[in-house]
């Protein structure tokens, strides 16, 4: 009893510890250096644009769970459900030759792309569902990106206490080729659970980049400016990190 | 030539700090959603083939539920790990650590010269006669370098959406994400298990000299 007693002193004396330093700047720009490499070393040993794993209908989870916002309380939101999101508009803005606004029957009209893909949230869970949707190239390239163009912001009708949701990816990520503005799930419109009538897969990376609710995409040469500055809603607020390749 | 060369000291003590950090980071991250699965796909606890209890704050890194911190804590030592573990085994291999003190010999594994090997063992006796590790204390190593070390780094790396598409053949060793993270929380705790029984012999043979010698290397020619 007494040595067990000793262990979880020496346990709760190093987690107080780990507790203080992790909230030093030192600290933080050590994990941004990790993420970086990590980030790196998936890009250089997968070869120039490793695929995420797609799978089979057979593989497909009975349901597809719905976390974060799972529904958005505002009379505008509804009056859009009720219907059917016809006249929801995607904006396509900042760094571009031609803004653009797409409604649904728009987006649907370009050439869609399929996949079944894993969806794994940075909880520690995974579910397997089939999207559909046109590539996020695809839509960039109608409004031409401009040459400082580096980064995608994704933003979005929901919000946390009133705190907008937001997220942000690469070039990198944004032109890969399973990179897609989703609007069916399972063959089925996407439910107002998985954030109708539009969400982002950029299916390399962890649930919570996959932005729901979408409103407009913005190109930006840096995300310093954007909101909180780190990248998305979780990054700002909670402290996740940018890179969720890991 | 010192009982423990320079290299294998000083991945001792870094293996020591990093998987320590990583273990109660671990448990934190644990704590998000303990419950674990098997296969591809899985996030409904009924359907969970065991559901993990949550893990006090005196265990975890921080010491208070915080995913992200946690999260950083792992990613950060996950590259102390896995880079000191790299450089121990290259070491190790041309040191002739590996050749001459955990290698087994034809004869150890005979039952009879194993069942000495536990009788000794159970009496405490831990005078070797030949060599530096006995048969038993060759196997737990044996078992943590090769089996349980590499499956903390392959199920990790499988567990992870971008080296998923970067080594897509990750999943199909593991069957699946979700079984490479019910693999990942079990060789943890074989490797706690480890742990408590490494600590637990030092403490109960020659501690200070156990110790002094992982720091100092003890006296030249300690093994002839």
Known sequence: MQRRSVLAGIAAGLTAGCSKIGQTDAFQSLVDGADRLHRGAHRLIGGPRPMAPEFTLADLSTVFRGNGNTEIDSDEYRTHQTAGFADWQLAVTGLVERPLGLSLAQLHALPQRTQITRHDCVEGWSAIGEWTGPQLSNVLKLAGVKPAARFAVFHCADDFNGIRYYESCDLDDAMHPQTIVAHTLNGEPLPVKNGAPLRMRIERQLGYKHAKFLTGIELVASLAPVFGGQGGYWEDNVGYQWYAGV | ?224
């Open chain 2, 1 to 224: 030539m010192k009982r423990h060369a320079f290299g294998t000291r000083a991945w001792h003590w870094i293996n020591a700090v990093s998987l320590i950090v990583m273990f109660m980071s671990g448990l934190n991250i644990s704590n998000a959603h303990p419950h674990l699965y098997w296969g591809k796909w899985g996030f409904i606890p009924g359907r969970a083939w065991t559901d993990v209890f949550e893990f006090p704050g005196w265990a975890t890194i921080p010491g208070y539920y915080d995913l992200a911190a946690a999260r950083d804590w792992h990613v950060v030592f996950a590259w102390v790990f896995a880079v000191s573990l790299l450089a121990f085994m290259i070491s190790a291999l041309v040191n002739g650590h590996l050749r001459r003190d955990i290698a087994t010999k034809r004869r150890e594994w005979r039952p009879a010269a194993i069942w000495a090997d536990v009788r000794a063992h159970l009496r405490f006796d831990f005078e070797h006669h030949e060599g530096k590790y006995n048969f038993l204390q060759k196997m737990a190593y044996g078992l943590v370098l090769f089996v349980l070390l590499p499956l903390m780094i392959f199920t990790g790396m499988a567990m992870s959406p971008g080296m998923d598409a970067a080594w897509p053949f990750l999943l199909d060793v593991f069957g699946g994400r979700q079984s490479a993270r019910s693999i990942h929380f079990m060789s943890a705790w074989g490797l706690f298990g480890f742990f408590i029984l490494h600590v637990g012999l030092v403490l109960i043979n020659k501690p200070l000299k156990n110790l002094r010698e992982m720091i100092t290397g003890g006296p030249r020619d300690a093994t002839a």
